[in-house]
């Protein structure tokens, strides 16, 4: 009694820090979602803070010269103004109705346009129509090809088109004046598209250090947890471990798991295919004798308990079918659910093999181990019944890796020395 209460306290513990960390490691999708919605919400506040500046010292320096009456300026006083009530406007709408980082965005993009423009008629400047050059360099910070691309090509055509029909001077404004100023622009966005290249590739970099961090630290976080499952029973120390290394070897040569990040989720499913153990009582797990027909629905739970435990995790999420279905049987005599042939999933199929192959080569309280031509032999017989045909005619393909494995994981000394190194 006391044994399943502190066990029950085992799990709570597992399941408070990992429900934990699930919210502080969360998918990769999501953290570059959130680097890039954070990086345009503070590009957007940035131009509009920088802008109201600019109109502000712009306004006070034109009206100074205007009520000083000394002729320095050309600018419109009156067209800065109306830009400063739309710049206002833009403002309070963000605040008030506080719109999303995209809108936004479009929102300050437009009103760059529209400020490039009015300044065109307004500034009086015969180099107005460089302030052209301004909007793809600013739809550049924003880190989207597509928002770049938009905003490059309208500021273009804005240039373009305003240029040619109202010319600051006119007379001289001729066809190699447009292909001069449309080479300059279009080697200004260039230079704008580098930018956001090397903008996305440092949250790349960021990203790829953040994720490959956690999955480090919740790997660790799932070893300390097996470890503290398997500890309950002497004879399955290592077993985790074990059947993990011998289903990846096994998922190496089949064409589905040529993706490293496959062959990743299959080594953390190999590992935490028994973590619903955790669930289950001491004196169970140990016993010597044959397991009484309750205590062995209780066994029987430990894929559901483990695959509710990794649904919870964000991070983990994705390698529930291989905790939940390894004890699946290909023609449908297994358990928690009795579903048969491919409808169990393929990393089911493999750890049940590994499973197996592990389980009959190590000894138990209640039997001697096999040697492993025997186990190959059983994994054999079971063909077509307990197993998926197609992955035991692959077995002949890593016999010399499994017992590569075996030794190697079979060695007393070793597994003392894995134990001390992660206790």
């Known amino acids: 009694m006391i044994q399943c209460e502190i066990w029950q306290n085992v799990k709570s513990d597992y399941n408070l820090k990992m429900s934990r960390f699930s919210m502080l490691i969360p998918e990769r999708s999501k953290i570059l979602g959130k680097y890039v919605k954070d990086h345009r919400e503070q590009v957007s506040v940035q131009i509009l803070k920088t802008t109201f500046i600019f109109l502000l010292l712009s306004i006070l320096w034109n009206t100074a010269f205007l009520l000083l009456h000394l002729p320095y300026s050309r600018a419109n006083l009156f067209l800065l103004l109306v830009c400063t009530a739309v710049w206002v406007c833009i403002a309070g709408a963000k605040r008030y109705f506080r719109p999303s980082a995209s809108v936004t965005e479009h929102l300050v993009l437009l009103f760059m346009i529209f400020l490039v423009i009015t300044l065109y008629f307004g500034s009086g400047y015969r180099e107005a129509w460089s302030f052209f050059l301004l909007i793809p360099l600013i739809a550049g910070f924003y880190g989207d ?46 230079f704008s598209h580098l930018l956001l290249k090397q903008m996305n590739r440092q949250y790349e970099m960021q990203v790829n250090t953040i994720t490959e961090s956690a999955e480090a630290t919740i790997e660790q976080v799932v070893k300390t947890f097996i470890i503290s499952v398997e500890a309950k029973d002497y004879y399955t120390f290592g077993h985790s471990e074990r059947v993990s290394k011998y289903a990846v070897e096994l998922a190496r040569i089949l064409p589905e798991f040529r993706d490293q990040k496959k062959l990743q989720a299959l080594r953390m499913s190999g590992l935490l295919h028994d973590i619903g153990k955790i669930n289950i009582p001491e004196q169970i797990l140990v016993k010597e004798g044959p397991l009484t027909e309750e205590e062995y629905e209780l066994i029987k739970t430990h894929p559901v308990v483990g695959g509710r435990m990794v649904e919870k995790i964000s991070l983990l999420g994705s390698l529930k079918p291989g905790v939940l279905y390894h004890h699946e049987r290909w023609d449908g005599s297994g358990y928690p659910t009795g579903i048969k042939g491919k409808e169990i999933p393929l990393e089911a199929r493999i750890l049940a093999i590994a499973d197996v192959f592990d389980a009959v080569t190590s000894n138990r309280a209640y039997r001697e181990a096999m040697s492993v031509e025997q186990a190959f032999d059983l994994l054999e017989k079971g063909r077509g019944t307990h197993f998926d045909p197609y992955l035991i005619d692959q077995l002949p393909k890593v016999k010399s890796k499994w017992m590569e494995i075996y030794k190697e994981m079979n060695d007393e000394f070793g597994e003392l020395e894995t134990l001390s190194g992660l206790l």
């Not at 804005?158 to 447009?178: L, N």
């Open 145 to 190: 090809r597509i928002v770049l691309a938009i905003y490059s090509l309208l500021g273009l055509i804005a240039m373009t088109y305003f240029g040619e029909r109202f010319p600051h001077i006119p007379g001289v404004y001729d066809s190699i004046d447009i292909s001069n100023r449309i080479l300059l622009y279009v080697i200004v966005a260039t």
